[in-house]
Every structure is written in C-alpha cells, then in structure tokens.
C-alpha cells in the first residue's frame, strides 16, 4: 500500500500526559499537512511543511501541540499535558509538487485519540 | 469571518435517484473548491477540484457546479446506489498570504436507501 499511513491507529492516554503521533506520506509528496476532527465537524487545520520546512501554523495549535518533519518525509505531532478537549481524530494528507496538483490532498486513516 | 456551510442533517435518497447536496460559503474568494468523501472511521477521499473559473466539473456519476455570485457549489451524484452512502464535505483552500491548508465544512451524511 503506498498511501499516507499513520502510527497508531487508536491512542488512549490519561490526561496530563505526552503522546506522539507519527505520519509517513506518499513518498513523491513534498507537503504534508495535520488536521483534527471531532465528532460530527469536518477536519480542521492544525500545521502544514513543505519538505522540511513548517509554513504554518493554525491558532489551534496552542503551546502543547508542536509538529516536525525533520527530514522532509515523515512528520511527528506530539501533544504535550493532554487534555480531555484533545480527544479527537488527527488526521495527515499529502500532496504533490506541482502548481496544479498541490490542490488535491490524500489523507492517511487517522489516529483516534482518547484522553480519559 | 469565513465560513463554510453545508446541509448538517441527513440526506436520504432513494436508490437510482439523483443525489444534490449544498456547500455555501461566506467571507471567501476561493481560488477552487473540492469536494471529498469519508467513510466512518477512515480519513476523507478526494472526488472533485472545480475552479472559480469553471461553472462545471464532471466525472463518472459526479458532478460538481460552482457560482462565484451565490458563493455556492452544488454536488450531484445520479443513478445513485446504496454504496454512495457516506458523508461528503466541501472544502476550499484557507485565504490569506502563504496559507495552503483547507478549510472544511461540517460535511452532509448521505444514506441511499435501496
């Protein structure tokens, strides 16, 4: 399967402590982007990189969440003193190079998480 | 601020009959809009990329319209089948300099009863 993949698929955690999602995109993909989504809403924006570098981040992103991608091809998002209010799906896409084909954006199965 | 809104409530639609949901916009001068589908549980596909100087963007049992004037898109899928069921979200791309994510809406469950 050469898909986005991510690692895992389903986390619980109590709250307060640190979990690590990892995202491995399509392999010619040079962005990758985060979203979450929570029961009933559409995804919504966290971060995106191109290559290496990260070009934004959402006002979603509070302090706790901070996103790498330190070689250009797999991206971490790490979510430190998790709250009850993280309990989301987060979710990964990547997209092509290429000024007309950057638009469309293959998403990865997600990681459910649980903060209890 | 900007908004995306989309039918929340639950479509049903008879098998073989043509399927119309609505995506509305406020606030946005999107350069395209796509359309996507997610199944429970799994991340969203992508199923059409119509842009704002295209009235009409077909493929297959699809077909997506987009009035820049209305701030509207519509989405059809004809001789609809129970497989169709899911829910399907509009999306456009974030406005302001550098950005490149989506912004999506809510999405609108379909259910084609057989």
């Known amino acids: 399967d050469t898909g986005v993949s991510q690692d895992p698929r389903h986390k619980i955690t109590k709250r307060g402590q640190n979990v690590t999602f990892r995202c491995d995109p399509i392999?010619?993909?040079?962005?990758l982007y985060w979203y979450r989504q929570t029961l009933g809403q559409g995804p919504e924006f966290l971060t995106y990189f191109q290559n290496e570098a990260q070009l934004e981040k959402s006002r979603l992103l509070s302090d706790r969440f901070s996103a790498e991608r330190p070689k250009g091809s797999f991206s971490t998002l790490e979510i430190q003193r998790t709250e009850q209010g993280d309990s989301a799906m987060y979710l990964c896409?990547?997209?092509?190079?290429?000024?007309?084909?950057?638009?469309?954006?293959?998403f990865g199965p997600g990681t459910r998480l649980t903060v209890l | 601020s900007q908004k995306i809104e989309q039918n929340s409530e639950a479509l049903n639609i008879q098998e073989g009959k043509t399927a119309t949901l609505t995506c509305n916009y406020t606030n946005y001068s999107p350069a395209y809009l796509q359309w996507y589908r997610q199944d429970p549980g799994r991340g969203p596909v992508f199923l059409l990329l119509i842009r704002e100087n295209e009235k009409e963007k077909r493929k297959e049992r699809l077909k997506v319209t987009f009035d820049t004037t209305l701030k509207q898109s519509l989405f059809h899928i004809t001789a609809s089948q129970p497989a169709d069921s899911a829910t399907y979200l509009c999306a456009l791309r974030r406005s302001g300099g550098g950005a490149d994510g989506l912004t999506f809406g809510k999405g609108t469950h379909l259910i084609i009863q057989p």
């Open positions: 896409a990547s997209s092509r190079p290429g000024s007309r084909t950057h638009n469309e954006q293959f």
């Open positions: 392999s010619e993909h040079n962005r």
